[in-house]
């Protein structure tokens, strides 16, 4: 039987920066998951660790050709600039185009990875995604070290923000390992909090 993981969170800090002891990663507008593969069926559980009901997302990655897996992610809806749109995604007028943007790999094939650095997962991540060939299956790109001049990118494209990650943590919250840096400009961040009290 999998384990039941609770996702790592992230710390918020206010400036981005630049440390070679860190990768950074794009951080995309959805719905925090943990996706749980096992023998042909997928459940994907929120950071609250309630179900999420993206059937047909479900349906695409229960299929993956693995015995088992516990990926962590996001669940997202991408435009046509590959931009995500949380507001698709919250009216699930977007759910069949929704995708599963994975940024770690914890479990796979009767395997633990949560002791192994963070470099070396995301290494067999990426792996499994090329070789599932799941459209619906995005691997999450980083770039090394140079926080300050992603961060001014992403800004520059109206993203959300980024994610900062020591590359050597292994997979258990300290606090202090996952560092989100959020785009105080970010334009679907007008409104939000009306727009899910509303819900």
């Known amino acids: 039987m999998l384990p039941r993981i609770r996702p790592m969170r992230l710390r918020l800090v206010h400036k981005p920066f630049d440390d070679p002891d860190f990768i950074f990663e794009l951080k995309h507008d959805g719905f925090r998951a943990v996706a749980y593969i096992d023998r042909g069926d997928c ?21 993956i ?8 992610g996001e669940i997202i809806v991408l435009d046509k600039n590959g931009a995500s749109q949380f507001n698709s995604l919250l009216s699930h007028k977007g759910e069949n185009v929704a995708v599963f943007y ?8 009767g395997s633990d990875l949560r002791q192994l650095p963070l470099a070396e997962r ?3 991540l990426r792996a499994l995604v090329i070789r599932s060939g799941c ?6 790109q980083h770039v090394n070290g140079a926080g300050k001049q992603f961060f001014a990118e992403i800004c520059r494209l109206d993203l959300e923000g980024i994610v900062a990650k020591r590359k050597q943590s292994i997979y258990k919250d300290d606090g202090n390992s996952w560092q989100k840096i959020k785009n105080h400009k970010y334009s ?11 819900k």
């Open 135 to 140: 459209q619906r299956l995005l691997y999450a």
């Open 188 to 198: 679907q961040a007008e409104g939000r909090h009306e727009l899910l009290t509303r």
């Open 43 to 63: 459940r994907l559980v929120s950071r609250s660790l309630k179900p999420l009901h993206f059937r047909s997302l479900r349906a695409s990655l229960a299929i």
């Open 122 to 124: 995301k290494a067999q």
């Open 65 to 72: 050709d693995v015995t088992d897996a516990i990926l962590d």
């Open 102 to 109: 994975a940024f770690d790999l914890i479990w796979l094939n």
